[in-house]
């Protein structure tokens, strides 16, 4: 069974810190791998997708993958209250096509 | 606009009347799949889909079925609906299975 962890939360940070997402994984040969925001009672909409080890910055997003440590984060910074939502963490199979996600952080940024 | 259109958005119904769950995308997606999220499990593959007439089995496929007649849809088949299969369910569609999803609306499913 191929895993996906991260840590429930709640997460709680306040307005305009950094919050901190983790995510590790079991799939050893993953090489895609994708953040989620997720609002209460809605779908799930992408908000990073990364490939390679490293950085990868969009606006006040910075994903982080380190594929030797099977572990990926998610860097939330200058967070605002409208960042409060649940993150999902997925990651495609090595060997197949199918998709895991992992449980979710809930986050919420206090003003 | 590009959307991925799942209906119905809500169904309450009884064990064991056959129900499907359609969905539609207007991206010309080669890639869709079927997730279901239920509290504490977080989001569950159940099938997903490479291209016309190619499915293949998810993490909890059992007592599902779906179907690729056609690029844009993808339906979910419950044959014999169970209590335990009440759940949130998602249709999602991406280029290929490397790239990132766009998910519907969702439909939420209570089997009495």
């Known amino acids: 069974q191929k895993e996906v962890e991260q840590n429930s939360g709640p997460l709680s940070v306040p307005e305009g810190a950094i919050a901190s997402l983790n995510c590790t994984y079991s799939?050893?040969?993953?090489?895609?791998f994708f953040w989620y925001r997720q609002y209460s009672g809605k779908s799930p909409e992408l908000i990073m997708s990364?490939?390679?080890?490293g950085d990868k910055e969009d606006g006040r997003f910075t994903a982080q993958l380190n594929k030797a440590s099977q572990y990926v984060s998610l860097l939330i910074r200058d967070s605002q209250p409208s960042d409060s939502a649940t993150y999902l963490c997925?990651?495609?199979?090595?060997?197949?096509?199918?998709?895991?996600f992992g449980t979710g952080t809930s986050l919420t940024v206090i003003p | 606009e590009a959307q991925v259109t799942q209906n119905p958005r809500y169904l309450i119904t009884v064990t064991g009347k056959k129900l499907t769950v359609t969905c539609s995308q207007n991206m010309n997606h080669e890639y869709m799949s079927w997730y279901r999220q239920d509290p504490g499990l977080g989001l569950r593959q159940i099938y997903y889909s490479m291209n016309v007439e190619v499915t293949d089995k998810g993490d909890v496929p059992e007592g599902y079925k779906v179907s690729r007649k056609e690029k844009r849809n993808f339906p979910l088949i419950l044959e014999s609906p169970s209590p335990n299969q009440t759940s949130l369910y998602f249709c999602?569609?991406?280029?290929?299975?490397?790239?990132?999803?766009?998910f519907g609306d969702g439909t939420r499913l209570s089997i009495l």
């Open positions: 799939d050893r040969g993953s090489q895609s």
């Open positions: 990364i490939y390679s080890n």
């Open positions: 997925a990651v495609k199979s090595d060997t197949g096509n199918q998709f895991y």
């Open positions: 999602a569609s991406s280029l290929a299975p490397g790239q990132p999803q766009h």
